[in-house]
């Protein structure tokens, strides 16, 4: 993380410290900035994951208006240094996220991120890896500052999933590169993230995927759970929050939740951390939502309208999107479609606070923190419960 955005971070943790949580505000305004900036800066994904919308072709999902839409295009260069220039205006600056769809297939992606790195900006990237082989040397000169690669397991399994012989390989091939770039220029960035989505394809192949990858030497390991709405959660949360806030069956295809094997899932995770454990130095190991009991997995995948963990989801407060034809909306990809409006007619400051952000953000307040379709959202599946008033007493004695 570079001095900037160090600083960055002290300062929104000290006026929260000192001015409280804007969460906490019952108007829904924000005093600070958003955290992040997340670009859709395409439209398109070069590989077909059987858990994506993306790559299911399933039209009907929020998931896939915010990925893909209606406007089929890139992000302009002359659109990104507009978002850039207005980015500048928060206090703190927000972080950049270029995460959607599969940005290393956008033809000026190294511009993009010198772009954001020379106005310094903390500048990441969200990618499946394909294209990384060519683009190592590139980015790494760019000065990015993180690359997330999106993995679904051990070499079999994960070009199983991509619906792509040859991905894992890539991808692997592509951190290989990014590394010795890394040493000949003797920079410790771009640090390389793995996210790992669990499914019924992987969830038994999670240790495998550690050793495999370990000798790239990644900063940390994320382990998600299947974010997903099932047709039963949408159809409960239409009758109540349809119209504006409408969804549809999402991020599942031909996986049925119902039907995973979830004493072996459980065997795996436990594996998972007893070799995290027992190696010096391991990497970061983050498992999201990390369930305490057995049980605990029964509730997510067989009862997905019960919420694990908190139920308060504080994103909309955090982050902002824009999609490559300019449009804002709250959060990210899995939010609601709520339109904030356009970089084309407005600025990301008078979004951030005009009427229908405050709208949404109390709409989600009044509602309990959240609205029914985002149960299973990583937004807010590992967000901690609230504390009880005797658990919230005894931590205040201890």
């Known amino acids: 993380m570079s001095a900037r955005s160090r600083l960055a971070t002290l300062y929104r943790r000290t006026t929260e410290f000192v001015a409280g949580d804007d969460y906490d505000r019952p ?65 703190p600056r927000p972080r950049i996220g270029l995460a959607f769809t599969e940005p290393l297939i956008h033809p000026r992606i190294v511009e993009f991120c010198r772009a954001a790195v020379g106005r310094g900006f903390f500048c990441s990237i969200t990618t499946n890896g394909f294209m990384l082989p060519q683009l190592a040397d590139a980015l790494v000169d760019a000065g990015l500052s993180e690359i997330t690669i999106s993995i679904d397991g051990p070499e079999e399994v994960h070009d199983r999933v991509r619906g792509h012989v040859g991905s894992f390989q890539r991808l692997y091939a592509g951190i290989e590169k990014v590394n010795e770039a890394k040493r000949r220029r003797r920079v410790f960035h771009p640090r390389i993230r793995f996210s790992y989505t669990i499914t019924d394809e992987n969830a038994t192949t999670m240790l495998e995927f550690v050793r495999a990858v370990e000798p790239l030497q990644p900063t940390a390991l994320c382990f998600s759970h299947l974010n997903f709405i099932t047709s039963e959660m949408a159809a409960a949360h239409n009758a109540a929050h349809g119209g504006a806030y409408a969804v549809a069956r999402s991020n599942l295809g031909t996986i049925e939740p119902e039907r995973i094997d979830l004493d072996a899932m459980w065997r795996a995770l436990g594996e998972l951390k007893a070799y995290a454990r027992s190696r010096p130095a391991f990497p970061a190991l983050v498992i999201v939502p990390d369930l305490a009991a ?95 008033p005797a658990r919230a007493l005894s931590s205040l004695v201890r």
């Open 27 to 91: 108007d829904g305004r924000c005093r600070l900035g958003p955290e992040w900036l997340v670009l859709v800066v395409n439209n398109f994904c070069n590989l077909h994951c059987r858990m994506c919308d993306v790559g299911l072709k399933e039209s009907a999902s929020v998931f896939w208006a915010h990925m893909i839409g209606d406007d089929r295009r890139n992000m302009s260069l002359e659109m990104l240094l507009a978002i850039l220039e207005q980015a500048s205006a928060f206090r």
């Open 294 to 388: 057995r049980d605990d997995l029964d509730v997510y995948y067989r009862e997905p309208m019960r919420f694990v963990g908190g139920r308060s989801c504080t994103d909309p407060w955090r982050m902002m999107m824009v999609r490559t034809d300019g449009t804002v909306i709250p959060a990210h990809s899995r939010c609601y479609n709520v339109p904030l409006g356009t970089i084309r007619e407005t600025t990301l400051s008078a979004m951030w606070n005009n009427v229908q952000a405050l709208a949404f953000r109390r709409t989600l307040k009044a509602a309990g923190g959240t609205l029914p379709a985002c149960a299973r959202c990583c937004g807010v599946i590992g967000k901690p419960a609230a504390p009880t």
